[in-house]
């Protein structure tokens, strides 16, 4: 207990899944926590379980620079500063660089792709006034392998993890006792994941449908993903600084 105490985070996409599970368990360790999301009435029961001492919910919409000045804001004012930032708000579509429009891309990039810039922008800055701080950004293991049912969704958590080692390096060289580390996994059991519906198609389009164990094999619970997010918060971590964290259960070794 107590891994990350005395330390104010933000966790975006925090009303459910991943960012739930990440909110829960920081505060679990002692991190005063806040979570945003556009899903008012189940961000605010989220923060509402982890008590109003610890938690604060922030409407927030990740592609508004707008949003994301006034969540910063309302960290610093409520809680005094900020030194854990969780990138993890993302929308996922199902389609082949075939079937993807201009404006279904455009739509994923400003999410997932501008929402992760202005994350690291305004919350980097914000974290410059604490002794250390540290930044997680959700990438994917489709931003390192070829995934074909997820065009533009691959190509924004490919944006990611680029991002993630340009901010590391950049914290480095003005030596900014801040950190910056993406997250990999493959499958993970999130309402977003197991309801996506690939394009033009009523079937779910990322389960895994035809082997139940190789399902179980290779999609994560949101908690397994919450554990390396708080050691990456946590001081344990100190010394990684711009890692991609693959968290796949071998998805790159995958060869039958």
């Known amino acids: 207990m107590g891994r990350v105490s005395g330390k104010v985070a933000l966790i975006t996409g925090a009303a459910s899944g ?4 990440d909110a829960l368990l920081l ?29 604060l919910f922030v409407r927030h919409d ?24 969780v990138n993890n708000a993302a929308i996922l579509a199902m389609a082949t660089i075939e079937d993807t429009t201009l404006e279904l891309w455009q739509k994923v990039q400003r ?3 501008d929402g992760y810039f202005l994350g690291c922008k305004y919350g980097l800055a914000a974290m410059r006034e604490r002794p250390s701080g540290s930044i997680v950004n959700m990438s994917s293991m489709a931003g390192i392998g070829g995934q074909s049912s997820t065009a533009a969704y691959s190509a924004s958590k490919g944006a990611v ?6 901010v590391a390096a ?7 006792p801040i950190r910056c580390n993406s997250v990999h996994p493959d499958g993970i059991m999130t309402p977003m ?11 779910p389009g990322y389960i895994r449908e035809k082997d139940p164990k190789q399902l179980m094999a290779r999609m994560a619970k949101p908690e397994d993903i919450a554990n390396l997010v708080l050691f990456l918060a946590s001081d344990e971590s100190r010394f990684v600084n711009g890692a991609e964290m693959r968290i796949d259960n071998g998805y790159l070794m995958w060869a039958d």
Do not use: P
């Not at 991943?18 to 599970?21: E, I, M, S």
């Not at 993890?161 to 340009?166: D, G, I, N, Q």
């Open 18 to 21: 991943v960012g739930k599970a």
């Open 193 to 203: 994941v197991m309801t996506t519906k690939r394009l033009g198609s009523g079937k």
């Open 170 to 176: 950049h914290c480095r060289a003005q030596l900014y």
């Open 161 to 166: 993890a680029a991002l993630t080692r340009s």
């Open 27 to 55: 505060a679990r360790e002692g991190a005063r926590v806040v979570l945003t999301d556009v899903n008012e009435e189940a961000g605010r029961a989220v923060a509402a379980d982890i008590g109003t001492e610890n938690a």
């Open 62 to 85: 990740i592609s508004s620079e707008e949003d994301w000045i006034g969540a910063i804001k309302q960290t610093q004012e409520h809680f005094g500063g900020l030194d854990i930032l």
């Open 111 to 113: 999410v997932n792709s």
